[in-house]
């Protein structure tokens, strides 16, 4: 061999040798780096099943398209999505026709890990309906008046970007559903989530199952919500909901009959009555206080004044003590509400009386039902 060759030779001896000096020195930094960072260093063995765990986890979006800045939030959660590593994700807008229900049994059908309900409280009763019983994880992005599920799991209200990072990283957590079942006249209810689950025509009048997961009422607070001015709520939120109130202060008291579980009838004299799965409000109003969400049961609340505005001012001071843990147990008051626990509830109004679901009116019933469905609802929330 000429020189030249030796030389070439010995130059390739040396670029190897380099190289592997190099390579040793690489994985002793990562070797170091992982005993001090643990959370930073990742060898490319470690950061495949890493990565082959997130193309696992599909998370679809069922978004109202008619809420401010969802366009803008579409590319954002493609964003987040791309720098997590996860797998393209399904978004699904809803329509007049079905407000979420059909969306989400679909992207169930298509192997999502998590659904995600973008939008108000319309929108997270349709994604629950299809997604109670399923043991998929619902997640939450409110953008909503009320946004009242997400108040009582304390997800983020005005940051819709953290709320989707909670809904991919955060905890299960099983929660209670509630269902209320309209016995006489179902015809004349309007409910588009119940309507978009099932085959019957809309105007049927067999019973029919309408979900909520936080409060279900008759009477003054249902007149409330279907009183309440669209355009103010768009303006100034559910503080619209108290300006329409303030119309209803003069209202008149129901006569209900009432049954819990398999107690006897009781007929009782009320403003509103109210049957909740948890009970924190928008202004930080807690109604039913004992209201637990995954304890099995419904909370009952009679709410009753006597005396005009002296009894609404009466029980808007229950209302604020009971918030902070203190009960006013002073007999005839003049503005008071009355609690109870029960698993079925049986309401009957004669003359008939609006209903609401979770802030969505339903119609006028003469004749509802209550149960609750442990457990059926797998929630994301924080750890």
């Known amino acids: 061999m000429s020189w030249v060759e030796w030389v070439a030779v010995l130059a390739g001896v040396l670029a190897l040798a380099a190289l592997g000096l190099g390579l ?150 099983p929660i209670d559903v509630g269902w209320l079942r309209v016995l006489r006249w179902e015809s004349q209810m309007d409910d588009d989530v119940a309507e978009a689950a099932d085959d019957l025509p809309a105007d049927t009048d067999a019973p029919r199952d ?9 009477g003054f607070d249902a007149a409330m919500v279907a009183d309440a001015d669209e355009q103010l709520k768009a303006k100034v939120g559910w503080i619209a909901y108290f300006v329409a109130g303030v119309r209803h202060l003069h209202g008149r008291r129901l006569k209900v009959r009432l049954r819990l579980d398999d107690q006897p009838t009781q007929t009782v004299r009320v403003r509103s009555l109210l049957v909740g799965n948890c009970g924190r409000l928008p202004g930080g109003i807690t109604l039913l206080p004992d209201a637990v969400l995954d304890d099995g049961v419904l909370d009952i609340a009679a709410i009753d004044t006597r005396g005009g505005i002296a009894g609404w001012a009466q029980l808007f001071g229950e209302v604020v003590l009971q918030g902070v843990g203190v009960r006013n147990e002073l007999p005839n008051k003049i503005g008071r509400i009355d609690h109870a626990r029960a698993r079925n509830v049986r309401i009957a109004v004669p003359g008939g009386e609006h209903v609401q679901v979770d802030g969505d009116i339903v119609g006028r019933a003469t004749a509802i039902s209550a149960r609750v469905d442990p457990g059926a609802l797998i929630m994301r929330v924080a750890g």
């Open 210 to 218: 309408h979900i909520f997961l936080v409060i279900a009422g008759l």
């Open 24 to 173: 040793w020195v690489y994985r002793q930094q990562l070797s170091l780096l992982a005993r001090l960072h643990p959370g930073h260093a990742r060898t490319e063995d470690a950061e495949a099943p890493a990565e082959r765990e997130g193309e696992r986890r599909l998370v679809a979006f069922v978004a109202n398209p008619s809420k401010p800045d969802v366009a803008a939030l579409r590319s954002a959660v493609y964003k987040a999505a791309s720098e997590r590593y996860l797998p393209e994700p399904m978004w699904l807008e809803t329509t007049v026709e079905d407000p979420g229900v059909g969306q989400a049994r679909q992207a169930v059908e298509a192997g999502a890990d998590i659904v995600v309900a973008v939008g108000g409280d319309g929108t997270v009763r349709a994604v629950a309906e299809a997604l109670a019983g399923t043991g998929v994880p619902m997640g939450l992005m409110p953008l909503g008046t009320g946004n009242l599920l997400a108040r009582n799991l304390d997800i983020p209200l005005n940051d819709p970007i953290a709320a989707m990072h909670l809904a991919i990283d955060g905890v299960d957590k």
